[in-house]
């Protein structure tokens, strides 16, 4: 199993821009989530969906589409995109709503936005 | 407003003693606590967890500890050992919409095990 892959790896975009962040998981998981990580902070939540053509809000979305069109992709977009949207990007994937709500993380996308 | 608050940025502890790294909630709504550890260039990897309802947790060398009524948490690694050296995010989850278990993260406290 590869677990959650996310591609790309990296990624420079020049404001503007637009561009897909690609999640995969082959654990038969409903819940995917997409966090961001900067400097000194936490993970914090931009969205998830919790099954196959479903997608929610978290604590950041603003800036961001995403879409679950299969059940194990979860696709991040950026529109337009911003220097504030520099970041590590890491997707995740749970098996289910329980309270035992352990989340397995893909490696990360490191975007830099100029 | 941090509702999950690691207040020591950085903790460095030399090989064989014991790494206490802390954790403060404020959400009285969180039933469910975990630890992550990360590597750099990786994604986080669950360590450890702990419901509400208990107030020790342990395995292997790692051992979580709630503490409900101050709203306080801390994980004991023992021995510490180098390979421990990462970044650990302490997370509380609630019941977020649509029933999904939200996870809320702290900073993270950079640990370095000194050999």
């Known amino acids: 199993n590869a677990g959650v892959t996310q591609t790309p790896k990296f990624r420079v975009l020049k404001t503007g821009q637009s561009m897909t962040l690609l999640c995969a998981q082959d654990m038969n998981h409903e819940y995917m989530y997409w966090y961001r990580q900067d400097p000194g902070m936490g993970l914090r939540l931009i969205h998830y969906?919790?099954?196959?053509?479903?997608?929610a809000k978290g604590e950041v979305p603003d800036g961001y589409n995403v879409s679950r069109l299969k059940k194990q992709n979860f696709l991040l977009g950026l529109e337009s995109a911003a220097p504030s949207q520099t970041s590590v990007y890491f997707c995740a994937s749970s098996y289910s709503v329980t309270l035992y709500n352990e989340q397995f993380f893909g490696p990360g996308t490191r975007l830099t936005v100029l | 407003d941090q509702q999950v608050k690691q207040n020591s940025p950085s903790l460095s502890v030399q090989e064989g003693r014991i790494s206490i790294l802390n954790c403060d909630y404020t959400n009285s709504m969180f039933d469910y606590f975990l630890w992550y550890k990360k590597y750099p260039a990786e994604g986080p990897t669950f360590l450890i967890s702990?419901?509400?309802?208990?107030d020790k947790n342990e395995d292997g060398r790692f051992t979580v500890f709630l503490n409900k009524s101050a709203k306080h948490l801390s994980l004991h690694i023992v021995p510490s050992q180098p390979g421990d050296s990462a970044v650990y995010f302490c997370a509380a989850s609630d019941k977020g919409g649509a029933g999904s278990y939200q996870l809320t993260f702290g900073k993270g406290t950079k640990l370095s095990v000194i050999p």
């Open positions: 702990i419901s509400s309802i208990k």
């Open positions: 969906s919790v099954g196959e053509g479903t997608t």
